[in-house]
């Protein structure tokens, strides 16, 4: 099982739609990230969350620490959305620093 | 303030070659992370340096090396090539202070081995 688990893996919507991605992880962390991967291969760190809920335009995340959780909201979708979401989370162990990610979750958004 | 910058952006090489790759963190950023991307295995952790001194190493072969400079800049080397080695290198840097380790990921590298 890995680590980090990110549900659904595809999603199709509809511009307007409200989206949702989420985002299970079963070690301790410090950190968890959401990013956004367009084709060509460039990642946009979104988030950054070690509790409660955050929101930056038509963006919104949030984490559950106890239940080891964190969900992405996208409101009133556009095409432009269109990318791969990666949840990733900086476990809290010892000295570590790396993060470990999620598989995606591609998005595409249509008219 | 700039971003990271990677370089090259595109590399083809032949199996069996080495290559270096360049990872330029953001001004003030002692720590830079490398990641590989792949079809099969996604984004996974290839080693973390802070300082000069590599901190952490993800599960890879010795073949792939990396050095970080005084002024923060990184470098990642792959020898003896393998077609597997093909993928996205994607570098990160961050403050990593107790209180900010947020994540600023370059455009990558994308290397082909033929």
């Known amino acids: 099982k890995n680590e980090v688990e990110q549900s659904p893996q595809n999603l199709t919507a509809q511009e307007g739609e409200f989206i949702t991605i989420n985002c299970s992880y079963s070690?301790?962390?410090?950190?968890l990230h959401w990013l956004q991967q367009h084709p060509g291969g460039g990642i946009v760190s979104l988030f950054m969350l070690s509790s409660g809920k955050k929101k930056h335009g038509r963006l919104i995340a949030t984490i559950n620490i106890q239940e080891k959780h964190s969900s992405l909201h996208i409101t009133a979708s556009h095409p432009r959305d269109s990318a791969v979401y990666i949840c990733?989370?900086?476990?809290?162990?010892?000295?570590?620093?790396?993060?470990?990610f999620g598989t995606g979750t591609r998005l595409q958004v249509t008219l | 303030k700039a971003g990271v910058t990677q370089t090259p952006r595109y590399l083809i090489k032949t199996r069996g070659q080495q290559v270096t790759l360049s990872c330029s963190p953001i001004s003030g950023h002692r720590s830079v992370s490398w990641y590989q991307q792949t079809p099969g295995q996604g984004l996974q952790f290839l080693f973390e340096?802070?300082?000069?001194?590599?901190?952490n190493k993800g599960n890879f072969p010795g073949r792939f090396s990396g050095r970080q400079f005084s002024n923060s800049r990184s470098e990642m080397n792959v020898s003896t090539l393998e077609l597997g080695d093909s993928a996205l290198y994607l570098c990160a840097s961050s403050l990593l202070t107790e209180r900010n380790t947020e994540a600023f990921f370059g455009q990558g590298t994308r290397l082909t081995v033929v």
């Open positions: 340096y802070f300082s000069e001194t590599q901190r």
């Open positions: 070690v301790g962390i410090s950190a």
């Open positions: 990733a989370v900086r476990s809290s162990a010892g000295t570590a620093s790396k993060l470990t």
